[in-house]
T-cell receptor
Framework: DAGITQSPRYKITETGRQVTLMCHQT?????MFWYRQDLGHGLRLIYY???????DKGEVPDGYVVSRSKTENFPLTLESATRSQTSVYFC??????????????FGSGTRLTVV | DAKTTQPPSMDCAEGRAANLPCNHS???????VYWYRQIHSQGPQYIIH???NNETNEMASLIITEDRKSSTLILPHATLRDTAVYYC???????????????FGKGTKLSVKP
């Protein structure tokens, strides 16, 4: 089905492990984003990408790595997970160009727990 | 930091209009006002946006003051399913790079009660 999908929906990992969260969109949108959401902080931008092979930092990039070798995929990797990275992670996409009209579309989120 | 100020919470009776205020006193001429909402455990959902004219779509109406320093989102007949956190965001257009990014504040938690 067309849309933006995140996987897994839930993940428990141990401190120090590497974990990758996946995001896939079927619209060929130029822009993709990763946000995290924590109680008391709302949604904060981690990284974004304007196109394949173009990525840039958001508000809270430390401890995360992203890549975008294909337009439709934008994985987020925690190289060495810490308890402070326990959060709900949302991926989003938007078209380039007349994005004033379209706005963003968000995925359903990945709930990550680091123990 | 978010460029908007919203009340942290509001209540509304089912079937009545919900009026959610937002202050954006430092808004620039090329910044639009966007509204999103987030129903519990779901990703945020686009509702409406505007520059200076009032806007209406199938979900809501957006009233922007003439000086553009504040706006109000109106849900004309609130239902229990409208219970959510509502975010008011100002966003530059046109803007390349990070200027077009959505920066979320803490929003208003709207509780629609039977």
């Amino acid at each position: 089905d067309a849309g933006i999908t995140q996987s897994p929906r839930y993940k428990i990992t141990e401190t120090g492990r590497q974990v990758t969260l996946m995001c896939h969109q079927t619209w060929s949108h130029s822009y993709m984003f990763w946000y995290r959401q924590d109680l008391g902080h709302g949604l904060r931008l981690i990284y974004y990408s304007a196109a394949a092979d173009i990525t840039d930092k958001g508000e809270v990039p430390d401890g995360y790595v992203v890549s975008r070798s294909k337009t439709e995929n934008f994985p987020l990797t925690l190289e060495s997970a810490t308890r402070s990275q326990t959060s709900v992670y949302f991926c989003a996409s938007r078209r380039g160009g007349d994005w004033v009209i379209d706005g963003y579309t968000f995925g359903s989120g990945t709930r990550l727990t680091v123990v | 930091d978010a460029k908007t100020t919203q009340p942290p919470s509001m209540d509304c009776a089912e079937g009545r209009a919900a009026n959610l205020p937002c202050n954006h006193s430092t808004i620039s001429g090329n910044e639009y006002v966007y509204w999103y909402r987030q129903i519990h455990s779901q990703g945020p959902q686009y509702i409406i946006h505007g520059l200076k004219n009032n806007e209406t779509n199938e979900m809501a109406s957006l009233i922007i003051t003439e000086d553009r320093k504040s706006s109000t989102l109106i849900l004309p007949h609130a239902t229990l399913r409208d219970t959510a956190v509502y975010y008011c965001i100002v966003r530059v257009w046109p803007g390349g790079g990070s200027q077009g990014n959505l920066i979320f504040g803490k929003g208003t938690k709207l509780s629609v009660k039977p």
